[in-house]
């Protein structure tokens, strides 16, 4: 799952911990921690060793993975203008990477 990799590393430096002494810490590999601060991956096991280690929710280390965007709601009625840019922009989209799946299934099948 993806984390917060940036957060993860904040905190090991801020207690001048090493890689390995966080390592040690969570109970698992110097490489897995190497992977966690540089590619922002990790098991399940381990962002729960890290919130352990931490003393933090694991939420605070997990980057969800539909980042939702909060929107003020306009009492004269424009929030449901942007709503409705927001679908077209969405199915146009959509529609385009489906066409253009189509196109390469087409190339594919004609060579």
């Not at 110097?30 to 922002?40: A, D, K, N, P, S």
């Not at 969800?64 to 009625?77: Q, R």
């Amino acid at each position: 799952m993806d984390i917060n990799a940036e957060l993860i590393k904040t905190k090991r430096t801020s207690q001048n911990w090493t890689q390995q002494h966080l390592a040690d810490a969570c109970g698992v590999s110097l490489r897995t921690i190497q992977r966690v601060e540089r590619y922002g991956n990790a098991s399940s096991e381990t962002v729960m060793a890290l919130a352990s280690v931490f003393e933090i929710q694991q939420s605070e280390i997990i980057v969800p993975e539909n980042p939702v965007i909060e929107m003020e709601l306009i009492a004269d009625g424009s929030s449901k203008k942007l709503e409705k840019v927001v679908q077209f922009i969405v199915t146009l989209s959509t529609g385009m990477l489906i066409g253009a799946g189509l196109v390469v299934l087409f190339v594919k099948d004609v060579a």
